[in-house]
């Protein structure tokens, strides 16, 4: 997996959201509650890929980030 600092992070609408990327993690928070959430981009962690979510500790609303490397961007999906 690339390092993601820096990277710019965006909800599924395309709309961005405060998110600090560094190394192989992510923290953001919530888009449901705005309770901070972490997110690792290493293979089987929670957050990513839609089989290992990260989940919300207060509202249980579960994520996890799809990495785009061509624009920098990484893009925050929710578990419906």
């Known amino acids: 997996m690339a390092t993601v600092t820096g990277f710019k992070c965006l909800d599924e609408t395309g709309m961005p959201i405060l998110c600090d990327?560094?190394?192989?993690n992510a923290a953001l928070r919530c888009l449901g509650c705005g309770s901070p959430i972490l997110i690792t981009f290493?293979?089987?962690q929670k957050g990513s890929d839609p089989v290992h979510p990260s989940k919300c500790i207060t509202c249980g609303l579960k994520f996890w980030v799809e990495v785009n490397e061509d624009q920098n961007q990484?893009?925050?999906h929710q578990i419906k």
């Open 21 to 24: 990327a560094y190394g192989n």
């Open 42 to 44: 290493l293979k089987n």
């Open 74 to 76: 990484l893009v925050l």
